[in-house]
């Protein structure tokens, strides 16, 4: 059976959000033969700051574009093709509006339970797999509200759903092992592995930290789909975000890690982290040459480092000389969401006026900043580490 994708005004997909969409449409295409029914269109729709990912309407599957970049593209198209395997195109009848949001919240609750069907019969996944895959699917909704998102229209708040799935699917044992701390590691590469709390974690590898820090601490290996999930606040908004490890790549003929942010790209020399440049959608949105330093290896207190670079905006027209210098100020325990970990705090001045412009908290454990304050144009931009998973 077709599956038509359209591409929404004002969308230009890449060569890997193509072979995303090619993904999707292989899963849609074996939906609908698993339940022989018509083929359903699907619009690519641009990014916007809705905070919708995607939504199912009347026969039309609409994927926001910033999906494509996401590790869990695949539980929220399961998740709308549920909506469509259910026949959810009915007006909901109600006589009044809490009986509206009533059978919504129930339509939503059962796309949740459907979705687990479509990942076991379409995907091969295992219940556990499955349930695993929807759970990790709600608490990244559930980290976007913690950061000060809305709760989507029609659903319960995530720890109702949560618990409604997990009572649909008793067996499940391994997931509701892995929901008992908090906070949990999201979207673990395969969710029959446990995502327990990295606080118990972290608690036992205190003293290797701290042993670490004392001696210094090498630069870190990223792998493929390691990802940090932060919070942000600034005098602008709040929200979540999440950085992945998408692949590596050249810059100059030099390795570089590529994080993936939504449509945005960092690149960082795989050497020593250092920053090189910036991009969304493929274009080129900040450049530092040489490479901003946002490490000298091995770290530890005391230590310190300077660097004169060019930051260049192409996109805004600008260009700023700067001079940093950077030290290793302390050792210290800091608690976030993600949990409890022993960081190296590491300071960022302005070489001529002394001015902080960026703090962070380096974790070793984690391999990336649990904490980072820079300062901003607009004002004081404070990040908070929420979830982490390392491969």
């Known amino acids: 059976m077709a599956f038509a994708i359209v591409v929404g005004g004002c969308v230009t997909l890449t060569p890997l959000q193509q072979?995303?969409?090619?993904?999707?449409?292989?899963?849609?295409?074996?939906?609908?033969?698993?339940?022989?029914?018509?083929?359903?269109?699907?619009?690519?729709?641009?990014?916007?700051?809705?905070?919708?990912?995607?939504?199912?309407?009347q026969g039309n599957f609409y994927l926001n574009v910033h999906m494509l970049g996401s590790r869990s593209l695949t539980a929220l198209v399961a998740h709308?093709?549920?909506?469509y395997v259910l026949g959810h195109d009915a007006p909901v009848s109600a006589s009044s509006m809490a009986q509206l949001q009533e059978a919504q919240e129930l339509r939503e609750l059962d796309a949740n339970a459907k979705a687990v069907e479509i990942l076991m019969r379409v995907k091969g996944m295992s219940q556990t797999q499955a349930v695993g895959t929807i759970v990790a699917l709600l608490r990244g909704a559930q980290a976007?509200?913690?950061?000060?998102?809305?709760?989507?229209?029609?659903?319960?708040?995530?720890?109702?759903?949560?618990?409604?799935?997990?009572?649909?699917?008793?067996?499940?044992?391994?997931?509701?092992?892995?929901?008992e701390g908090e906070p949990v590691r999201l979207?673990?590469?395969?969710?029959?592995?446990?995502?327990?709390?990295?606080?118990?974690?972290?608690?036992?590898?205190?003293?290797?930290a701290t042993t670490a820090a004392a001696i210094g601490v090498e630069a870190p290996i990223w792998k493929l789909g390691d990802e940090w999930t932060f919070c942000w606040e600034s005098p602008t908004g709040k929200g979540a975000y999440v950085w992945s490890v998408d692949r590596e790549d050249m810059v100059d003929g030099v390795p570089h890690y590529v994080i993936k942010q939504g449509t945005r790209e960092i690149f960082y020399r795989?050497?020593?982290?250092?920053?090189?440049?910036?991009?969304?959608?493929g274009t080129v949105v900040r450049q530092h040459t040489p490479s901003r330093l946002r490490y000298v290896w091995p770290l530890e207190v005391g230590k310190t480092w300077e660097q004169a670079f060019r930051e260049d905006r192409p996109v805004d027209r600008r260009t700023d000389e700067r001079e940093d210098v950077a030290s290793v100020e302390a050792e210290e325990t800091v608690t976030v969401r993600a949990g409890t970990f022993q960081t190296l705090k590491i300071v960022y001045r302005d070489k001529r006026t002394g001015a902080i412009r960026y703090e962070e908290w380096y974790s070793p454990d984690v391999k990336a900043p649990v904490q980072i304050r820079e300062r901003l144009d607009s004002g004081l931009q404070v990040r908070d580490l929420i979830a982490y998973r390392l491969n």
């Open 19 to 57: 072979d995303k969409v090619a993904d999707v449409q292989r899963f849609a295409d074996g939906t609908a033969a698993a339940y022989t029914l018509p083929r359903i269109r699907v619009t690519i729709e641009p990014a916007t700051k809705l905070g919708i990912g995607g939504r199912y309407r």
């Open 80 to 83: 709308e093709l549920a909506h």
């Open 144 to 179: 976007v509200i913690g950061c000060g998102g809305a709760l989507a229209p029609g659903h319960r708040p995530v720890a109702d759903e949560i618990a409604d799935l997990l009572a649909r699917f008793p067996d499940s044992v391994p997931v509701r092992a892995d929901l």
């Open 187 to 208: 979207d673990s590469k395969d969710p029959r592995d446990s995502t327990r709390a990295p606080a118990a974690e972290n608690r036992a590898s205190t003293s290797t």
């Open 270 to 281: 795989t050497a020593d982290l250092a920053y090189t440049r910036e991009t969304v959608h």
